[in-house]
């Protein structure tokens, strides 16, 4: 798997909230149809499927921090649907097959040292691009030769 990590003050939600801040839809609407445009395209035989994984910090509890993240990362693909139909409409049946969208909540923090907690980068989320195996990319091909 690939991962891209978007910037915290890319991809910005209000403490608490999950809808996107203007920067976000920004960045959203100025990177998503490059990436799509390679996932998609002269990439597609490679490429099994697209993550979109939100991650919030340790305040809260365990059920709110999922919660909001799956709220999050839901409204990142969402957005990214309208972006794709507006700017890439020849992908965006692509973009709605290999994409997903998911919440980790409070799983995976990252630490400045080993007990304090950077609570400004673990609320970020993460485009994962899964790669398919040789196996798949050959069993892919097969099906299409049989059709």
Known sequence: ALLIVVPEN????????SALSPTAE???AEALPFYVRA??????DKIDSLAIEGH?????????????????????????????QA???ASYQCFQEITSAAGRGRQDLIYESSAVVNR???????FEIRLRSA???HLREQSAKAL
């Open 26 to 28: 920004r960045f959203l």
């Open 39 to 44: 996932l998609c395209g002269p990439l597609r």
């Open 10 to 17: 890319l991809l910005t939600f209000e403490l608490g909230k």
């Open 56 to 84: 919030t910090d340790d305040h809260g509890s365990d059920a709110f921090n999922l919660k909001l993240s799956q709220e999050r990362s839901l409204a990142v693909m969402v957005k990214g649907m309208e972006v794709i």
């Open 135 to 137: 196996e798949q990319r």
């Open 120 to 126: 400004e980068k673990s609320r970020r989320e993460i």
């Open 87 to 89: 700017a890439e409409p």
